[in-house]
């Protein structure tokens, strides 16, 4: 306990603290991420729930992203069970399972920012709005988009996330992203 209110006197005191957690991020994206970021079945369920999407209007995507915020607490109705009960979720649970805490969170997003699949419950559905998903699929194959260390809202821990956008390995075009929460003490 002592040593994550050292953390959190230094994160909050020091802002710039923060960035001195990109390179062990980075580190980490390369070393435990990149090589399942892209498995067949990740890009499988983004392509299904693209085509699923395709005609979705920024109202309809909104109004999704409430009924999600709004149905937080109970991961049993539709929407949030649809995520959480895919099987790529299953899959995610058990690489932060396998991480033995390093791993926060894992989720994946389609075209529009929207989740496809989750190891836990997200604040909110739509991730369209954020440079997690801003600076990756927005940016095309290849982007990686690092955060802050900061408290996450969702897992209640100090945590940097890693995004990498998910590409298409047949076209080679990006097709959503994903991002993986990392615990800042398994950093240090």
């Not at 959190?8 to 435990?32: G, H, I, K, R």
């Not at 892209?38 to 085509?51: E, G, S, Y």
């Not at 690092?146 to 897992?155: G, H």
Request: aromatic fraction near 6%; charge should be negative.
């Amino acid at each position: 306990m002592r040593l994550v209110s050292t953390l959190a006197a230094l994160l909050l005191s020091v802002p710039a603290f923060a960035d001195e957690f990109t390179p062990a991020l980075e580190a980490y994206m390369n070393d435990e991420i990149s090589d399942w970021a892209n498995d067949p079945a990740i890009v499988a369920a983004i392509k299904a729930q693209n085509d699923a999407h395709a005609g979705l209007s920024q109202d309809q995507i909104e109004e999704m992203d409430q009924e999600w915020r709004a149905n937080v607490g109970d991961p049993s109705t539709p929407l949030l069970a649809a995520v959480l009960n895919h099987p790529v979720s299953d899959d995610l649970r058990a690489r932060v399972e396998a991480s033995m805490g390093a791993m926060t969170e894992v989720f994946v997003m389609d075209e529009h920012g929207l989740n496809v699949a989750a190891s836990d419950v997200t604040s909110d559905m739509w991730q369209g709005d954020e440079a997690k998903f801003q600076q990756t699929y927005g940016n095309g194959a290849g982007s990686v988009h690092i955060s802050e260390v900061e408290l996450d809202e969702s897992t209640q821990r100090y945590q940097g996330q890693i995004s990498v956008t998910i590409v298409d390995p047949d076209s080679g075009n990006a097709i959503g992203a994903i991002t993986v929460g990392v615990d800042a003490e398994s950093l240090l």
